[in-house]
């Protein structure tokens, strides 16, 4: 994580930050709730709101109110984020690369199906 905290450190963000830009590009233009997002995250963010405030400040992301429940807000990324992830996804491409290249194939299989058990705890 300290090498990847240093990668992700010029672009004045933190490993949570990062995660949740991640999880909401993955979550495409519908947005998820800041629950779903918790859920996701990869450490435990005990202050979702305050996370998606700072995003929010810097135009990386947009809250919106669900169409269908007005109680329900999600968060979007917006195209500033993307952008963001897309300046940074070579580079931590690369890292990962680095930090598992020891690695064969076989052994990168078993340690996503632990990490991916692990998560779902299954």
Do not use: W
């Amino acid at each position: 994580m300290a090498e990847f905290a240093e990668l992700i450190k010029p672009y004045d963000l933190s490993p949570q930050q990062y995660n949740v830009l991640r999880i909401l590009r993955a979550a495409g233009d519908a947005g998820l709730a800041s629950g779903k997002i918790t859920e996701r995250m990869l450490t435990r963010e005990p202050d979702m709101t305050r996370l998606l405030d700072r995003l929010e400040k810097r135009d990386l992301i947009r809250r919106d109110r669900d169409a269908s429940d007005r109680r329900v807000v999600r968060a979007v990324i917006t195209a500033a984020g993307l952008t963001l992830l897309e300046n940074l996804d070579e580079s931590i491409l690369e890292l990962h690369h680095r930090q598992l290249r020891h690695l064969d194939r076989d052994k990168l299989k078993n340690l996503s199906d632990l990490l991916e058990s692990a998560r779902n705890r299954t």
